[in-house]
């Protein structure tokens, strides 16, 4: 093994002493049973860790990350991760959680060849096509890159709600809302992006109203 990754099973001893002599509960009761209220899609940028974002303890966020933050309705991972977390967890709100200075967004918006990644990216540059007018008015660079970052979330909100298993739930009556959350990498806050949706009959108008 090397030296690099001895450290991080070092520092994972010592993390686990500190929590046992903070709660010496804490492990037992982890090991117990998980029953979040939330399910988390968000960026699996390093930079961006659901927890810690919003000072929660592990157990209390199910959590499925994928470049961009992408919902894509043939990925059956992130699919099987929304059925697990709906129908098993019973989860009461989903969050799709992108963040500004996405790598992935930026990778869409420019013109080079990536290789392989270009088929997922090719998920958000249909999110540009859709709204091409909206972000080429947009002059300065850095708000078009903020506002395309912002648009991806609310389409990726829009695939969610589109599911069949988020359509089944809202059918048979169980408490369940989507909402759409954009991180600043710059100081640490989130941005509701105002698109929240808890039945099929706000789905639509809802979305409509943040798409104008």
């Known amino acids: 093994m090397s030296m690099k990754l001895g450290t991080l099973f070092q520092k994972n001893r010592e ?27 968000g960026c699996a940028d390093s930079r961006v860790p659901a927890n810690q974002i919003v000072d929660l303890l592990p157990g209390e966020v199910f959590v499925h990350r994928n470049i961009a933050n992408v919902v894509v309705h043939t990925d ?14 019973r989860v009461k709100h989903i969050m799709v959680v992108g963040h500004y ?30 709204h091409k007018a909206e972000v080429d008015g947009i002059t300065d660079e850095r708000a078009r890159f903020d506002r395309m970052c912002e648009l991806n979330v609310i389409e990726q909100v829009s695939n969610v709600c589109q599911t069949s298993i988020v359509h089944n739930a809202w059918q048979r009556g169980q408490e369940l809302t989507v909402h759409g959350w954009c991180y600043s990498l710059n100081n640490g806050h989130i941005t509701d992006l105002e698109v929240t949706v808890s039945n099929e009959m706000e789905a639509k108008a809802a979305l409509d109203a943040v798409l104008l």
């Open 76 to 89: 059956l991972n992130c699919l099987s991760v929304i059925q697990y977390a709906v129908e098993v967890l």
């Open 15 to 41: 993390w686990a002493a500190k929590v046992n002599a903070e709660d010496p509960d804490f492990f037992h009761k982890l090991s117990e049973q998980q029953k979040p209220d939330y399910l988390w899609i």
């Open 101 to 130: 200075g996405c790598g992935g967004i930026k990778a869409a918006m420019e013109p080079n060849d990536l290789g392989l990644i270009e088929n997922w990216l090719r998920h958000i540059k249909d999110v540009y096509r859709l």
